[in-house]
């Protein structure tokens, strides 16, 4: 049997005609952060809610640490610790209550979970707020502050797979980063994380290693330096375009550099490249901007976002059988 936390395996779920997840294959080892991605509607919650048992699968197999989770949820369910897409209902509690409240559902001791609240506060620099109390209109917390307790929730006791939906929504900057530090010290300490995120650029950072999902596919997996292409030392040139001007990288074939890969979002074309062909690419950027025909450029590694964007692209053409927008 394999040592896995969560094993997914051709998992299908349909909504009437939506196909939510269309044999979706996954695994989180201990130790790992795990990404889930996807625009909107790709079926990141539809998956989650079955690992949880929220949801029945019509095809396919869920594990959690070997035990079966379509057959015996209850008992899945106890290896898995959740931070919900929506709000946490914390209405009446103090965020140090409501952890509190979480870790001893879990087990904890009640020394040991004042401690292990105590001191999540402290990282997520929550401390202002720790006593005071929410109410239902939504007042007392802020929004932010209680998707940070949340996480504080699911993360305060040991379980083998803490489960992250949004994590960061509401979140501010300097919060999110103590967040992400969190995460991935949770993934150091022997935990499996599934972290469910838009926030492509910021994630890349905890994430061992990532699935795209597009309409209920997995349309690319793999760790984010494969992904992004970092591995063959791929470069993205960012081209600015003026209002309405023609996409100077039409047609491809008669372009001075290699395009490996093309997105256009609004008026910007991403093009990526070998980092062979820098040199040229700037020339070749250079006389565009001198011509006119872009209004600037950057030449910058690869992000994953690039390629998590060119990913969906694909699949969205290859769906809908248009020209693809990319190489
Ligand atoms: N209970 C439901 N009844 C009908 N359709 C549903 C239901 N839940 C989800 N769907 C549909 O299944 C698809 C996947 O939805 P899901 O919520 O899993 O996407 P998601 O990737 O989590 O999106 P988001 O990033 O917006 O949260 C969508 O087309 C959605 O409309």
């Given amino acids: 049997m394999s040592d896995a936390i969560l094993e997914i395996e051709g998992l299908t779920r349909r909504f009437g005609a939506v196909l939510a997840n ?157 967040l992400w530090g969190m995460v991935r010290r949770l993934a150091d300490q022997g935990t499996g994380v599934l972290l469910v995120t838009h926030n492509v650029a910021e994630a890349e950072h905890v994430m061992d290693k990532l699935a795209v999902l597009d309409r209920g596919r997995v349309v690319a997996a793999g760790s984010p330096s494969r992904l992004r292409g970092a591995e063959g030392g791929e470069l993205r040139l960012d081209l600015s375009l003026p209002p309405g001007a023609p996409d100077p990288s039409e047609p491809l074939e008669a372009l001075p550099i290699q395009i490996v890969r093309r997105v256009q979002t609004g008026r910007r074309v991403l093009l990526s490249l070998a980092a062979a062909d820098a040199a040229n690419a700037v020339a070749w950027a250079t006389e565009l901007r001198a011509a006119d025909r872009i209004e600037g450029y950057t030449l910058s590694p690869t992000t994953l976002e690039d390629a998590y964007l060119a990913a969906t692209a694909d699949a969205g053409a290859a769906a809908t059988d248009e020209e693809p927008a990319h190489v």
């Fill in 22 to 178: 269309d044999a979706v294959s996954l695994k989180v080892w201990p130790g790992e952060v795990v990404g889930l991605l996807g625009h909107n509607g790709a079926g990141k919650t539809t998956l989650v809610s079955q690992v949880v048992g929220l949801l029945r699968p019509d095809g396919g197999s869920i594990r959690v640490v070997g035990v079966d989770a379509v057959a015996h949820p209850a008992t899945a369910r106890r290896c898995v610790a959740l931070q919900a897409q929506a709000q946490a209902p914390l209405d009446g509690l103090t965020p140090r209550e409501a952890i509190e409240i979480a870790g001893r559902l879990r087990g904890m001791s009640r020394p040991a979970v004042r401690e292990a609240a105590e001191l999540m506060a402290d990282e997520l620099d929550i401390g202002e707020w720790f006593g005071r109390r929410a109410t239902p209109d939504g007042g007392g917390i802020s929004g932010g502050v209680r998707r940070l307790t949340a996480f504080a929730m699911a993360a305060v006791a040991p379980v083998p797979l803490v489960i992250l939906d949004e994590p960061t929504n509401d979140v501010d900057a300097a919060r999110r980063r103590r």
